[in-house]
């Protein structure tokens, strides 16, 4: 009988080693694969985070451009205004904008790590890059129209153009705003991750 017993309690404890070696090393796993994600998350915000920086200084510089065609436009404006037209030469412009580390982020699941205030203002905010490039290209694509070229709607055409770019230099102001106070609200909390130069004081 004590053999017997001997038999079950060594059975049993070889039984809970056995169930213990494999919960640890399921549980060493998952770390392993958290871990893993935990990685890939921050990996994928430094790229946002880089891409935001590159897309701020190409808004802030053709923002710029915008106030220097507002200027000249505002002449030709005022000359038809005033029944004194003079010769003009519109244009418009619009940034190449990259979402590409967002595609990214969405499309290899990292942002399911993301920290959801970070989650929520990156999906604004790349949501209004888009409305403002689309806008941008159609506005473009609407110049190149015969109807857009003809004479004899020069004044409508000219306060077209000068609407639009008052438009877009307010745009580019709240949108160059938006990635600037991204990047100081969240920067700080990835700065071991980042250049120096990334960061906003």
Do not use: C
């Not at 709607?153 to 709240?174: C, H, M, P, V």
């Amino acid at each position: 009988m004590e053999n017997k017993k001997g038999w079950i309690g060594k059975l049993l404890m070889e039984f809970v080693s056995v169930v213990f070696a494999v919960l640890l090393a399921l549980g060493l796993n998952h770390w392993r694969e958290a871990n893993n994600d935990q990685k890939l998350a921050e990996r994928a915000l430094v790229n946002i985070f880089m891409e935001i920086y590159t897309n701020q200084k190409d808004v802030a510089e053709e923002q710029l451009t915008y106030q220097e065609r507002l200027e000249e436009v505002k002449v030709y404006k005022d000359s038809y205004d005033q029944d004194k037209p003079m010769k003009y030469s519109l244009g418009f412009n619009i940034p190449l904008l990259s979402n590409a580390a967002w595609n990214v982020a969405n499309s290899t699941g990292a942002i399911k790590d993301f920290d959801q205030d970070i989650l929520l203002e990156l999906s604004s905010l790349y949501a209004f890059q888009e409305m403002y490039q689309k806008n941008g290209i159609e506005y473009m694509q609407h110049m190149n129209t015969v109807e857009f070229k003809k004479s004899e709607n020069a004044k409508a055409i000219i306060d077209s153009n000068y609407g639009q770019l008052r438009t877009f230099e307010n745009w580019s102001q709240i949108l160059s705003d938006a990635y600037l106070e991204f990047i100081k609200t969240y920067g700080p909390q990835y700065q071991e991750l980042l250049p120096d130069s990334v960061l906003v004081e």
